[in-house]
């Protein structure tokens, strides 16, 4: 007969045999009652095996240590089967692998086979169990690193047509729980403000599913970023936790700031599920930071495995301390006196609180143009996805803005979000003038934060960089006259141009290129090969044609025409449009590469002393031509240079014979020694030894013979070759310092005897003289010639017409009538025959 076994263990049952006749359906004779025999041992009818003992306990609760557990069995009968094994399962939450386990039972080692999968390990008992007595079997293996309630263990046994069925171990309770490893229940921990720099109250609840014994030291690690120094902290126990708290953790704890660690020293045993809340003091750091991953760990005879802390959310989170996760401010426009759009993204590390009266600011933007008062604000799309809208929620739609220290205000409406980027924009006016992007700074009050530099956006895009030219130079090749003369320009800017831009160059005046809309560049790149040029108003506009480079320095080049006079070198400007910079005067190479500075004389002239004017004959009839001390002076827009020759033409009527070698003497120093004398043509050429000075006065000195005869002062002309400055007209500063006029005075005419000359005294040429003889003398020439009347002329070369008259006696009579022009008596023609 199959019956089905009850669930708990029994003994055998009495069984009692009785029989009745079924032809009497049930109710003839019966027979007595009578009691079976049971067979012996575990065959007995209805009996039951089990383990009336089964407890079980372990020698650790802490985390990843090696575990001694014990099984302590006994049966309800006595067990003599073959193959009989006991299985332990439940055994979960071990980390020893599968395989081979050593069992111990007083003393004698017993190979079990343990199942991790299953978590079972299966103990052969190759002997009878005897009921009612007590075996113990011990076995090592290494708890798991999490923590645990005790499992469910069962325990049971199988052998030859028998078999003992699960049963749950009894557990001692406590720490002692098989398998039980001890972790937390509760390990929250919170803080009591953000603010930078300021005292923060940790509170710290922690509850155990374990008993931790005196002695034991629990560690709350990850601390980082306050200034507290290393000590002891005092601890303090808010009326939440157990009231035992104070005796089990005693006044105060350890505080390494290195580590980050307050580590607690258990004063008293810490009882499982008590919920203990303690609190201490450490002081914020400066610098803003996000809230810290905070550990806990503890160590003793039970040590519980480190685990993160629990904390709640938002500005409570420990050691999150105000301030700003990121800032960066970026601008629209470079441009000088251009309203600019700045866009400022943010996030902090903590919520910026209304109730804290939280403001934002933002300090730098120097420079800008806009006056102070109140300024709009729009909230744009972020990079974490936050909506305009959510921006002016949180950030508002206006701000205050101070000109004067370049300081932007934000009040905050709504709470902020940690860690969340908000994005915003507002319009300022660029200052008129170059600058560089100031350094700006941002922090919060309120909710309090240390100041944070900002970042800011790159090239054309850093805030309040405003356009500028670094450098501005021009130069030519040339400051000659009718000169194709090479214009070079080399300009600097601080940041990168747009195609399209426009670089002005004004005030170029004097050159006679034409006017036209492609004027040649050279060296162009990124810049249009083609130039505009306005010959008249002087202007010169280059295009840039491709994005140039942020503080980079271009040369262009053009080539125009000097004009055919002289002029000093125009101031020029230069200016742009496109990205708009401020006006610059640009500097200028020296010397004569100073921009269309064309050579050409600003004063010249050349004197004589007055007094050789007037050449007088040394005696009569005698000529000889004076030493003539020539004195040019000159000043020139731009320097002659070395090699170059200065030239005077005309210089006509000297009696100096030709020569290569005139000694010359100038002052200042430059002009060559001797120079050049050509007689024919009355040509001077003086030479230029070194580069002259522009816009300096030049004296230099020469002798000449004078004219061998009077004339007029000749038109002199001056030049320079070399540097080349077109002939113009000698200048003088009196009319008798004229050089090379002369006139000439012959010496007295003598008077004869018997007679006289009128007038008397030196004679100017062409001047003449009167002869007159006494009464009863007539007037003769050289080898007695009888003349009628004489009048010398002083010519031009200082000598006398007639050389020499004299008055000698008349012979015979002479009848006349009147007298003649010459005041003479008679006729004065001959009277022939002679008298007697």
């Known amino acids: ?31 007595s009652k009578v009691r079976m025999d049971n067979a012996p041992g575990v065959v007995g009818p209805l009996l039951i095996a089990g383990f009336d003992v089964r407890e079980m306990s372990h ?3 802490s985390f990843n240590a090696s575990n001694r557990l014990a099984l302590v069995i006994s049966t309800n009968i006595d067990v003599a089967v073959s193959g009989l094994t006991v299985l332990v399962a439940g055994l979960s939450g071990t980390q020893t692998p599968s395989g081979s386990l050593a069992v111990d039972l007083a003393g004698t080692i017993i190979p079990a086979a343990w199942n991790y999968a299953e978590s079972v390990l299966r103990i052969p008992l190759n002997f009878s169990l005897a009921k009612d007595e007590e075996y113990t079997l011990e076995w090592d293996m290494v708890n798991g690193l999490a923590d645990q309630k005790s499992p469910n263990i069962t325990v049971s046994a199988t052998g030859e047509h028998f078999g003992i069925t699960l049963t749950p171990v009894d557990k001692p309770g406590g720490n002692a729980n098989p398998l039980k490893i001890v972790g937390w229940l509760r390990k929250t921990i919170a803080q009591s403000t953000t603010n930078s720099g300021a005292a923060n109250t940790l509170t710290v609840t922690i509850s155990l599913s374990g008993t931790l014994a005196t002695g034991t030291d629990i560690a709350i690690s990850g601390l980082m970023g306050v200034t507290t120094p290393a000590g002891a902290l005092a601890l303090s126990f808010p009326a939440a936790g157990s009231p035992t708290a104070g005796a089990v953790f005693g006044g105060s704890a350890a505080w390494d700031d290195a580590a980050g660690t307050v580590t607690l020293t258990l004063a008293a045993a810490a009882v499982e599920d008590a919920v203990y809340v303690l609190a201490f003091t450490l002081a914020n750091r400066v610098l803003g930071q996000t809230s810290q991953a905070v550990s806990v760990a503890a160590a003793g005879v039970v040590s519980v495995r480190r685990a993160r802390m629990d904390s709640p959310p938002g500005n409570a989170q420990p050691l999150g301390i105000a301030g700003f996760e990121m800032a960066n401010v970026s601008q629209s426009t470079p441009s000088a006196g251009a309203v600019n759009t700045f866009t400022l993204s943010l996030a902090t590390f903590s919520s910026l609180r209304v109730s804290e009266g939280a403001t934002v600011t933002l300090q730098g933007l120097v420079g800008a143009a806009t006056p102070s008062g109140t300024l709009a604000i729009r909230g744009v799309l972020s990079g974490d996805g936050v ?26 409406r709504a709470d902020s979000a940690a860690g969340v980027e908000y994005r915003l924009q507002f319009d300022l006016r660029n200052p008129t003038v170059g600058q560089e992007s100031p350094a700006l700074q941002i922090w919060s009050s309120g909710t309090v934060s240390a100041r944070r530099d900002v970042e800011r956006g790159s090239g054309n895009q850093a805030p309040l960089l405003v356009a500028f030219f670094q450098t501005g130079k021009i130069g030519q090749s040339t400051a000659s006259q009718r000169a194709d003369n090479t214009i070079s320009v080399n300009l600097g800017f601080r940041t990168a141009l747009e195609p399209g831009t426009l670089i002005t160059i004004t005030g170029l005046t004097g050159s006679v290129t034409s006017s036209t809309s492609s004027l040649p560049v050279s060296a162009a790149t990124p810049f249009s090969p083609r130039a505009s040029w306005a010959r008249d108003a002087g202007v010169l506009v280059f295009t840039v044609l491709s994005q140039t480079a942020a503080n980079a320095t271009y040369e262009l080049r053009v080539v125009l025409r000097n004009p055919a006079a002289g002029q000093v070198s125009p101031a020029a400007r230069v200016t742009s449009s496109g990205v708009t910079m401020a006006q610059l005067l640009l500097t200028t190479a020296a010397g004569n590469a100073r921009p269309l500075l064309v050579a050409g004389f600003t004063s010249k002239g050349m004197n004589q002393p007055e007094g050789m004017s007037d050449a007088y004959a040394q005696a009569f009839n005698v000529f000889t031509p004076r030493d003539n001390l020539l004195t040019l002076t000159f000043t020139t827009t731009s320097s002659l240079l070395a090699g170059s020759t200065v030239i005077i033409d005309n210089l006509a009527g000297s009696a100096l014979p030709s020569t290569a070698t005139l000694p010359v003497s100038c002052a200042p120093a430059g002009m060559a020694g001797t120079a050049a004398w050509e007689q024919a043509g009355g040509e001077l050429r003086l030479g230029v030894g070194n580069d002259t000075l522009p816009a ?24 320079v070759e070399g540097t080349n400055v077109s002939e113009v007209s000698l200048g003088y500063e009196t009319a008798n310092s004229r050089p090379l006029q002369s006139r000439v005075f012959c010496f007295e005419y003598p008077n004869p005897d018997n007679g006289f000359a009128s007038p008397r005294g030196f004679v100017l040429s062409p001047g003449t003289v009167t002869v007159v003889c006494a009464a009863g003398f007539g007037l003769s020439a050289g080898g007695g010639a009888r003349v009628a009347a004489a009048k010398p002329v002083c010519l031009s070369d200082g000598m ?8 000698t006696p008349l012979g015979g009579s002479l009848v006349a009538w009147g007298r003649n022009d010459d005041g003479q008596l008679g006729t004065g023609s001959p009277v022939s025959p002679a008298p007697p």
Request: proline share 5%; glycine share 6%; with cysteine.
């Open 1 to 31: 007969v199959d019956l089905q076994n009850g669930p708990d263990m029994q003994e055998a049952r009495n069984v009692t045999l009785q029989a009745t006749y079924l032809a009497f359906e049930g109710t003839g004779p019966l027979t």
């Open 387 to 412: 909506t305009g809208v959510e921006a002016v929620r949180v950030l508002g739609t206006s701000a205050l803005w101070s000109a004067a220290s370049g300081s932007l205000v934000i009040t905050i």
């Open 696 to 719: 300096t006065t030049y004296t230099c000195s020469v002798t000449l013979k004078e004219p061998a005869a009077a004339q007029s002062a000749p038109a002199l002309s001056i030049r």
């Open 800 to 807: 006398w017409s007639i050389p020499a008259l004299a008055c």
């Open 59 to 61: 020698s650790s609760a």
